[in-house]
T-cell receptor, first 112, second 113 residues
């Protein structure tokens, strides 16, 4: 079963607006990662946040992690049409060995 | 150019046929993974390998088989026992370590004739 669950399943915004996606998970983790997938392509790693970190930034991306609530959020600021893609969170559970567990994803559409 | 390659991009399978999807990486990564993705869904783990000549079943291994004879190669065979093979298959690799990310290939789309 999927460890991560993203919310919302789909999000449509205008260029220049901010996009926020949420991820919830069930078990204790080493880290949580966010990936992006353009339609029909492979996944591209965006950002990793360790279990002892609360917030991390990379360019227009901001990730937060709340281990007490077992949740994370990905914020994309000043969105562009090129940000249109599916976004997945992936957790690295403490007991998983080298496995990652992916959520169902959020489909983001940024309208020009 | 470092990276992961998958071939073919599209693959057609006839009823009762086994087909093999190729995955090659030149990143010198120890661990490799195979995922299945159905339309509008997340990734489900089929098999993974942390070292040459060793591999483990993931969450949906039935109807699939793998081998890991070389560090750079991790082919996936979709057998005739897999009754619903139509999906997008993604291969990934990762350096060993808890903080390492996975690098993905471009995927193979498998269709049943």
């Amino acid at each position: 079963s999927q460890q991560g669950e993203e919310d919302p399943q789909a999000l449509s915004i205008q260029e220049g607006e901010n996009a926020t996606m949420n991820c919830s998970y069930k078990t204790s983790i080493n880290n949580l990662q966010w990936y992006r997938q353009n339609s029909g392509r492979g996944l591209v790693h965006l950002i990793l946040i360790r279990s002892n970190e609360r917030e991390k930034h990379s360019g227009r991306l901001r990730v937060t992690l709340d281990t007490s609530k077992k949740s994370s959020s990905l914020l994309i600021t000043a969105s562009r049409a090129a940000d249109t893609a599916s976004y997945f969170c992936a957790t690295d559970p403490l007991t998983s060995g080298s496995r990652l567990t992916f959520g169902e994803g959020t489909q983001l559409t940024v309208n020009p | 150019d470092g990276g992961i390659t998958q071939s073919p991009k599209y693959l057609f399978r006839k009823e009762g046929q086994n087909v093999t999807l190729s995955c090659e990486q030149n990143l010198n990564h120890d661990a490799m993974y195979w995922y299945r993705q159905d339309p509008g869904q997340g990734l489900r783990l089929i098999y993974y390998s942390q070292i040459v000549n060793d591999f483990q079943k993931g969450d949906i291994a039935e109807g699939y088989s793998v081998s890991r004879e070389k560090k750079e190669s991790f082919p996936l065979t979709v057998t005739s026992a897999q009754k619903n093979p139509t999906a997008f298959y993604l291969c990934a690799s990762r350096e060993q370590g808890a903080l390492e990310t996975q690098y993905f290939g471009p995927g193979t789309r498998l269709l049943v004739l």
